[in-house]
């Protein structure tokens, strides 16, 4: 089991090499969710695993509380085992551990209506919170004020509440003056919730999400990113229409629409432009999407919305062969014989496996489509770091190391750090498929014609192990995306530096984690 082996990480090697605290969050989400292994099965893995602690104590009390509703040996000793661990946790600097820990013991006490210690507990998260500052990865921040939220009659007028409030500010500007507009608007709804709660003006967190929205919208015009330009006036719509004048959702309706207009116009040249009425269908169709993404979630699990999203190929994965019959007529007829980078700048081809001219319209434009997706997910809190924790912790077929990695792509991805985020991503969506392939019995290595030595086949002999077997569009997506010089070759790019940094942003870094996700739902299709 995971936790327990990251607990040892954890205890000998100290919080640096360990992710026990990405295993231990996955773990106590999964024991208050219907999907996933059932407490006892929870409880089974930790006794097998011979190691005693404290926080193992309290993952099998919580499990007989959550499963049964034992307080003598579910409930009560679970708080104890807690309180140890939060005070452990203090002691040896586990800080990540300490926001799950403290969390956790917030929940249970909430729960069983323990009032004046879950007080008590509120101010402690509040304090630590602050104490740490910027240090605090912004999940963490979210889970706590969270928790808050959630018990603020517990704290209602309290200092620590407004001490609360004004530190939230602070890190909301932070976020904003890093363009990190998302985090910004999630704080700011956050501070706008509390201010509710305690009935006190809320005005200036209402005026600061519209901020972000045309901060985000300006940032985005200014790098030419027209198709983000678009996505992000539509959500302001979504959200702050009941709060803007007409002249402002206005603009916002003219910058969707000129957004989009302008993305795909980036994509190559064009004998016309596509009309409002075609835009607005096309928004429609991605909005259904989200919507049900939605209904998914709440119905069953987040876990599965997600796995519904990937299975959505035909939209999602274009089609090789769709493009070489598509001749003539429609949208994508108008395409001029030229490749388009990440940033809408053109660059000679290269001789290579060729691709039709319609292929390549067709990748850009479904790349548009997933980060639209994406975005607008993560922008209504609809997906989040400890979903994807849990998708990935649940692959058994993947070594630690690659757990690891992947748990440290998905951190800075949602912390907006992405020129980290898309050099662990290249490396990890290869690593992925390398596993699948020998999970599968496909060869992995290949021996070196000079020297004789075995060697790791590179991710273009890796595809070629698996094209026969695996859906004709997925190897074709992966040839052209990562592979072959007369695609977009993202890998060798990467790899041998030739990426522009301007081009390690959020887009291509959502596309990596979309397309390691794909890959798990492709391989399972085909073996």
Known sequence: MRLSEELESLL???????????????VIRELRQDWGRSPEEIRADIIEFDIEHSILDSIVGLSKWIECGDYRDGAEPALDALRKSIDEA?????????YTLITARIELL???????ELAAELK???HFLIEKGDSIPIGYVFDIVDAVIENIHSVSGEEALKALIQHLHEVAEKKQN???????????????????????????AINSIIDTYNREIEFYQKKGNHSHRATAAREAIAECDQWVSQQQRSQWESEFI???KKSIEQMAEFSHTPSDE?????????????????EWSQERSTIFAIKWLVNHRDLLVPSIEDARRRSSGGIMSIVQGRTISEAGESYSQEQGVEFPQTYRFSVQFTQNIRQDIWYRLQNRGLITEPDLFILFNRRKTLPANTHAYLTDFIIQLFENNHSAAVHLGMTQFEAVTRELAAANGKSILSRDEETGELGRRPLSSLVYQIEDEVREAWVRYIQFRYCELSG??????????????????????VILLLDILQSFLEFEEAY
């Open 178 to 204: 890093q363009n990190d507009f998302k985090s910004s608007r999630e704080i700011w709804r956050k501070i706008h919730e509390i201010r509710d709660n305690e009935e006190l003006d809320a005005r200036v």
């Open 278 to 294: 075609e835009l607005n269908e096309l928004d429609s169709a991605v909005e259904d999407i989200v919507d049900q993404f939605q």
């Open 12 to 26: 000998n090697s100290g919080p640096q090499n360990s992710k026990f605290d990405v295993a231990l969050s996955s």
């Open 258 to 260: 000129d957004g989009n």
């Open 90 to 98: 203090i002691k040896e600097d586990w800080d990540s551990v300490f």
């Open 488 to 509: 977009q070759n993202i890998r060798n790019k990467i790899a041998h530096g030739y990426l522009p940094y301007k081009h390690a942003a959020w887009g291509m870094s």
């Open 124 to 126: 402690l998260g509040i």
């Open 110 to 116: 909430s729960s069983l209506n323990h009032e004046n």
